[in-house]
């Protein structure tokens, strides 16, 4: 549904510089059509600007005098995801709980939840108002769902699983699968029962076929406004904070405790047993093996601090030349010694 230019800006808080106008939806500088908004965030886009065909731009002041209609912003990139909120669609049709769902008598749904075909919900589970569960969706016995949560497709809580208001599963995500403990025997690898939980908080957001284990005894926990990105691995035990963002393939080995605010780059790997303090950022595939201070930027395998990580990049690609200086240093040095000798 269009909507007015002059009411988005009203809604966003920005101002809008140039005539009013509808407006269909919003896309890329480059796709944009005339009836669309676009962004403008990374100054490499710029020269985007003189040909897009963008009906209006969200960007800084510094280029509003470039394009036809400005929506002027102090972060265009924030505003533009609040303006995409505006027309997003939630997927999705059903409203109810269908008859085809699964749910176990002992179970507890609250009003207004939806529920697709094939979900299953075992007995004593609760089911928080508004919530929606895909098809696919196991919710194993004693969980329990929060307020306004979405479980997309295939979404796995098994056994004891808790989670917070307002969480959105993406599909595949499983929650509380036996975490890997095993114990090399002489007769065998002998596997030790994993019988803790789950806990996620309030307004967490876990990406497709990402896992988080149960704890082998206690609880594995992430606190509330965390962003977990898709393909990420959390072992039994993990305690993570608030507003963490941890992204694609992440692997959190057990009994970690990671702190609030900490950010985690794509293949960054983390040993068992450790501590990452408050506020810390680790680059991408970074391996890291002892605990980390609060604050600190770290990148590399051993993880080292980002001043050495950065020097160490910038030497890598000098190396093969430096190798073939050093052997003919060695070489020369070796004629000179068997010049003195004789």
Known sequence: MARRLSDIAAELGLDLRGEDMDVAGVNTLEAAGPDEISFLANPKYVPQLASTRAGAVICSADFAGEVKRALVSDNPYLDFGRCVSLFAKAQGTLSGVHPMACIDPAARVAEGCTVYPFAYIGPRAV?????????????????????????YPNAVLMAGTVIGDECILHAGVVLGADGFGFVPTSFGIQKIPQIGTVQIGSDVEIGANTTIDRAVLGVTSVGDSTKIDNLVQIGHNVQMGGQCLIISQVGISGSTKVGNNVTMAGQAGIAGHLSIGDGVTLGPKAGVAKDIPAGQTMGGTPAVDKGTYMRTLSVMPKLPDMYKRLQRLEKELAELKNGAEK
Do not use: A, Q
């Not at 919530?131 to 949560?149: A, K, Q």
């Open 127 to 151: 089911v928080g108002e508004g919530t929606v569960l895909f098809p696919g969706c196991y919710v194993g016995e004693d969980c329990s769902i929060g307020r306004g949560c979405i479980l």
